[in-house]
């Protein structure tokens, strides 16, 4: 496949990525009455579960398959910018490895430490949409815009 198309691949399975962070937060602001906090706990937990894969699955692509060498090959002077993305990919998977624990232990007539893993999830949901966000900044200038100059 060529960088383009790989690109575009990306681009496509950040848009998956959107959907499952939109599920995520329509989850965690569920209200508890309504839906019972086993419900919600169990939910979130699903939904979590989701991103957890689809975002290791993105790094991958991103990292073993990679935009990342095509940046440095196609856009020497934005390489810095990829590495730095790349190094963040580590952030979030020691992220998910507190995360995801505190999920599956808390008891959900725990409100206080359903609450404190809800504002964990919610600024890793943050921090992540940052990240998505120079990510695509950073194909959008590697692949597509074409101003005619060299790297």
């Excluded at 979590?48 to 398959?65: I, P, T």
């Excluded at 390489?79 to 999920?103: C, G, N, V, W």
Aim: net charge negative; with cysteine; glycine share 6%.
């Amino acid at each position: 496949m060529d960088s383009k198309n790989y690109a575009s691949l990306c681009l496509m399975e950040h848009q998956i990525l959107q959907h499952v962070k939109d599920a995520l937060r329509i989850t965690l602001g569920w209200d508890t009455d309504a839906v019972g906090p086993a419900r919600k706990v169990s939910s979130v937990q699903f939904t979590m579960l989701s991103l957890s894969r689809h975002l290791e699955r993105v790094m991958g692509l991103e990292e073993e398959d990679g935009y990342m060498t095509s940046v440095r090959e196609l856009k020497p002077n934005l390489y810095d910018r990829a590495a730095s993305l790349r190094m963040e990919h580590q952030e979030f998977r020691k992220a998910l490895e507190t995360i995801m624990p505190a999920l599956e232990k808390v008891d959900p007539s725990d409100d206080a430490s359903f609450g404190k893993v809800c504002g964990s999830v919610t600024d890793f949901l943050a921090r992540i949409d940052r990240h998505d966000k120079q990510e695509t900044e950073l194909l959008q200038a590697a692949f597509y815009d074409d101003i005619g100059g060299e790297g």
